[in-house]
């Protein structure tokens, strides 16, 4: 499932490609996705211009001359910039073709992605009002997150999950977190010093900035625009390495269920 670093390294990739470029027309060859694409948005998005770019969360907003699409990938959904006459691929559902000759092709198997248009400020829309702080802003700190886990008794792993606290931390980077900051991810949240939340939320920025240079995560069914597969993968310290050593102890890394999610951590460096 993309992640915010997937998502952040696809605004990055499709940016230069059409900000500035006008909408020659739309394509849809599927209307459903997790809602249905609205009908009425060919006629809507048609010669408007991409003025801005931005991310919320899992959310790509393409802002335009007259209106903002808010675009999430769901479970397998991606993005691809493409010569507009480039042969269509099963579950190539969406193109959004620019006067350029540029296509902005979305594709996804599972079809749980979204596309829905606002006129309205888009942070204000129902779907990104309620998301929490984002991570790579200046309003994420230790201190935020030690005031909101006040009293909690759910685990510190769902805590950090949890996108109405931070935007956009799914199980791969909550992982990944938790063992470079040495907290035992079944832990109740609320039990958490201050000091830890610091050193957590330090991890969540690292590895949230790392994989972003390393170009996002590649898990089955994500490839980045270029079609080509991110980096991060190859560097994860605790996710997907059950049954083999922890790279700090040597400890075999274990997994458990939380909140139906797989957990990774080593029994030995994350005991707190
Ligand atoms: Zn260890």
Request: net charge positive; hydrophobic share 25%.
């Given at each position: 499932m993309p992640e915010l670093p997937e998502v952040e390294t696809i605004k990055r990739g499709i940016e230069p490609h059409i900000l500035g470029q006008t909408i020659d027309r739309l394509e849809i060859?599927?209307?459903?996705?997790r809602w249905p694409v609205p009908r009425e948005l060919p006629a809507l998005l048609r010669?408007?211009?991409?003025?801005a770019l931005a991310r919320r969360g899992k959310y790509i907003l393409l802002g335009t001359d007259g209106g903002t699409l808010l675009l999430h990938l769901g479970m397998s959904g991606s993005l691809r910039v493409t010569p507009k006459d480039q042969a269509i691929s099963k579950h190539d559902h969406i193109d959004v073709l620019f006067t350029n000759g540029c296509c902005l092709r979305y594709h996804d198997p599972r079809r749980f992605g979204a596309l829905v248009w606002t006129q309205d400020n888009p942070l204000q829309h129902p779907l990104l009002a309620s998301l929490g702080r984002?991570?790579?802003?200046?309003?994420?700190?230790g201190a935020y997150l030690y005031a909101a886990a006040?009293?909690?008794?759910?685990?510190v792993k769902n805590f950090i999950m949890d996108s109405h606290i931070i935007a956009g931390v799914g199980n791969i980077y909550a992982n990944e977190a938790l063992y470079r900051a040495a907290i035992?991810?079944?832990?109740?949240?609320?039990?958490?010093?201050r000091k830890r939340y610091r050193r957590l939320a330090e991890s969540i920025r690292w590895v949230l900035i790392r994989a972003i240079e390393l170009g996002g995560t590649t898990l089955r069914d994500f490839v980045n625009e270029s079609g080509s597969p991110g980096y991060f993968q190859q560097t994860l310290?605790?996710?997907?390495?059950?049954?083999l050593p922890c790279q700090r102890c040597s400890t075999l890394i274990t997994r458990v269920r939380l909140g139906q999610r797989s957990t990774f951590y080593c029994s030995r460096c994350q005991q707190r």
């Open positions: 060859r599927e209307h459903r996705l010669a408007r211009r991409i003025v984002e991570p790579l802003d200046g309003g994420f700190s006040c009293g909690l008794k759910t685990s035992d991810p079944r832990r109740s949240a609320g039990q958490i010093s310290q605790a996710y997907g390495r059950e049954g």
